[in-house]
Nanobody, 125 residues
Framework: QVQLVESGGGSVQVGGSLRLSCAAS????????MGWFRQAPGKEREFVAG????????NYTDSVRGRFTISRDNAKNTVYLEMNSLKSEDTAVYSC??????????????????WGRGTQVTVSS
């Protein structure tokens, strides 16, 4: 079964931290750009972070830069999103997606063809 499965979401207070994981099965992340996206209630899905196929380049939306870190472990076929100093506006469903082959961290959203179902992150004060 081809799937991306996110885990690590939950409820946390403002200023707290979470580490999300995205495990791929039935498909490989090797030589693929990978990305994290989020969707808050009533809002469109937005890009959060991207990592190049080689893992040497990353990109973040301005609102999370300096607080979030995307990384990958090709041997484990897994991508991570470390989230620190969380704010209430980070509350959303976070999904990972597989991007284009040999893609960079700024690959357009239309190039991400496989998506996980997401994990809920709730930040409260």
């Amino acid at each position: 079964q081809v799937q991306l499965v996110e885990s690590g979401g939950g409820s946390v207070q403002v200023g707290g931290s979470l580490r999300l994981s995205c495990a791929a099965s039935g498909l490989t992340i090797i030589r693929r750009a990978m990305g994290w996206f989020r969707q808050a209630p009533g809002k469109e899905r937005e890009f959060v972070a991207g990592i190049s196929w080689y893992g040497d380049m990353t990109n973040y939306t301005d609102s999370v830069r300096g607080r979030f870190t995307i990384s990958r472990d090709n041997a484990k076929n897994t991508v991570y999103l470390e989230m620190n100093s969380l704010k209430s506006e980070d509350t959303a469903v976070y999904s990972c997606a597989r991007g284009p082959q040999m893609g960079g961290p700024r690959s357009p959203q239309s190039k991400y063809l496989y998506w996980g179902r997401g994990t809920q992150v709730t930040v409260s004060s």
